[in-house]
């Protein structure tokens, strides 16, 4: 890891006059940790999004039970603390009709061969 850690962040900023600062590094660990989320969800056809969803549930529902009581508190203060993510949606339809065109194209050969190989 190259950078300070987000708890280390918010720790140290909390020494500093300034009392926006351990918002700051709390806003900037959540936007990062979303960013690499959202990532790896859109390696997923958007039909499997409800599993991948669950999946995600599932592991910081485990992860956060690994936790004491206090990074406990502070996962429900971030959550509490979150009152919104920005998910550029035209970006995710363009990437799902860009996947899809992609799918036919490789159906299209697929069948493609089929036929060549059957006629």
Known sequence: M?????????????????????????EESITSATGNILKVARMYDELDLPFVIAAMKVVAETMKNTLTESGKDLVDFAVESTTCIAVNVSEIERRSKSEQKRRDNEEKKSEDKKCDEEC
């Open 2 to 26: 190259n950078r300070m850690q987000y708890t280390v962040r918010k720790l140290l900023s909390r020494l500093e006059a300034n009392r926006e600062a351990p918002n700051k590094a709390m």
